[in-house]
DNA sequence: GAAGTAAGTTACAAAAAGTAACCTTTCCAG
DNA sequence: CTGGAAAGGTTACTTTTTGTAACTTACTTC
């Protein structure tokens, strides 16, 4: 029994694993956005608002993307004006324990930080 | 006590804490990259072809830059001819906890995907 | 002495992201 | 009843990031 040619065999296993997720949060937003529709649903101009930084260009693009994945659902109101809620679908939740590590390891860094 | 307010605090919060961690591990090689070293120390010539698809010119580019955010070292080691052996810092080995998470949701994923 | 491995770098092309202006519908103020 | 302003985008153009492929230098094996 070769033990030390399992490590690169499990190794591959995780890339592989790590790259696919990487293909369907591409970019800096995804991940953001995903984080902000865990917490609740919003609207277009709210998660404008929310995800500093982005451009309304590249929101509307993330989204359909998010969206064709199955993660995120487009619901138009038929209020009046129209109003566009983005909602997290059941499958994109269970991202939320990603967003969450990625955030405290965020959290801990910005300490370690400026902590000293 | 206006408790509607908070839950946007808070997601401001995470959103910050996430683009902070973007920022430092943005490109889709830097999470490959360091969940190979997590598992364990590797040559330049290991990395590119543990991490699948990448290019020299990216590999040396992320590893340059993920040694100036001090999550790994660059050892040179005097043999004949010399090696490059890139190891995890012990900073850097705090996002294996993230990068196993991330992992993890790939490989559910993968199963849901390809199991249905 | 030809070819191969290791660890990169360089020049050029393609793709992704950012910027800013624009569009349509609807509401509200003057 | 005119003129903003907000919502939910899109379009044209620029900049940045990635990708491709060839090249480099030093050593080693056939």
Redesign the interface.
């Known amino acids: 029994m070769k033990t030390e040619i399992e490590?690169?065999k499990?190794?591959?296993?995780?890339?592989?694993?790590?790259?696919?997720?990487?293909?369907?949060l591409?970019g800096?937003w995804k991940?953001?956005i995903i984080?902000?529709l865990c917490?609740?649903k919003m609207r277009y101009s709210e998660l404008l608002r929310?995800?500093?930084?982005i451009s309304g260009r590249m929101l509307s693009r993330e989204l359909k993307e998010l969206e064709m994945n199955q993660l995120i659902i487009r619901n138009v109101l038929d209020t009046q004006p129209v109003t566009v809620e983005y909602e997290i679908t059941e499958?994109g939740s269970?991202?939320k324990?990603?967003?969450?590590?990625?955030?405290?390891?965020?959290?801990?860094?910005?300490k370690?930080i400026i902590g000293k």
């Open positions: 490590p690169i499990e190794c591959s296993h995780t890339i592989l694993a790590i790259h696919d997720v990487m293909d369907i591409n800096k991940i953001s984080a902000c917490y609740k929310e995800v500093k930084g499958y269970t991202l324990n990603l967003t969450n590590t990625i955030a405290e390891w965020g959290i801990k860094h910005r370690r």
